[in-house]
């Protein structure tokens, strides 16, 4: 039994969610830093090789939860865009009251970011991840959860997750080829169209 009312709880849950849950890793990270800190310094003084062992580990995961947390930093844009992304069994899903979708990554034939110009929060800029039968699923960048989409995209051969940071990060406007399956006719430097012709 509980003395606080169902309401009350659900609405503290949504705001702890809301505004907690990005600070997960980061703090997660750091106990692991602590306690591979702890364990390291308890063999230097004449510890046991497992606790040198366990800290090693700690660090290890440490520092790769720290370096995907930082690649998700880069294109977290704030969850304000309207829609949800959801990454289930190499699937994107985008889930929004109008222009939702589903798209397996193994069917995917290109993947642009169109970038619009002063849109930090990511309302204007969007992911269009276009399939080999031509159907695109447009993602806004600021959707919850479309800071995800690095670590799907990431296996894909070749793609420039560099130029998608750059894009995000509003540094020029316009289309920006982030991949394509290979013999699909774009160029390798990402341009869409050919040199001399307008873009």
């Known amino acids: 039994m509980s003395f606080v009312r169902p309401e009350l709880r659900a609405r ?37 090789w497992v606790g040198g062992a366990v800290g ?9 939860t720290l370096i995907a947390f930082g ?20 699937r994107v899903a985008y889930l929004a009251p109008q222009g939702g979708g589903i798209v397996a990554l193994g069917g995917v034939a290109r993947i642009e970011i169109h970038a619009a110009e002063g849109d930090p929060k990511g309302l204007r ?17 600021g959707a919850r959860g479309a800071g995800a989409l690095a670590d799907a995209l990431a296996g894909l051969p070749g793609i420039r997750l560099d130029r998608a940071a750059a894009a995000l990060a509003g540094e020029r406007a316009g289309r920006h080829l982030i991949w394509s399956a290979p013999g699909d006719g774009t160029f390798p430097n ?10």
């Open 12 to 48: 503290a849950a949504r705001l702890f969610t809301a505004r907690f849950v990005h600070w997960v890793e980061p703090l997660v990270v750091l106990g692991l830093f602590a306690l591979a800190l702890f364990l390291g310094l308890g063999f230097l003084r004449g510890g046991g």
């Open 56 to 64: 090693a580990v700690a660090l290890a995961t440490g520092v790769v």
């Open 71 to 90: 690649r998700r930093a880069k294109f977290e844009r704030g969850g304000t865009a309207q829609g949800l992304v959801e990454i289930d069994e190499r």
């Open 125 to 141: 800029t969007v992911w269009v991840l276009t399939d080999a039968r031509g159907q695109s699923l447009v993602i806004p960048a």
């Open 190 to 199: 990402g341009v869409l169209e050919p040199p001399g012709r307008a873009t």
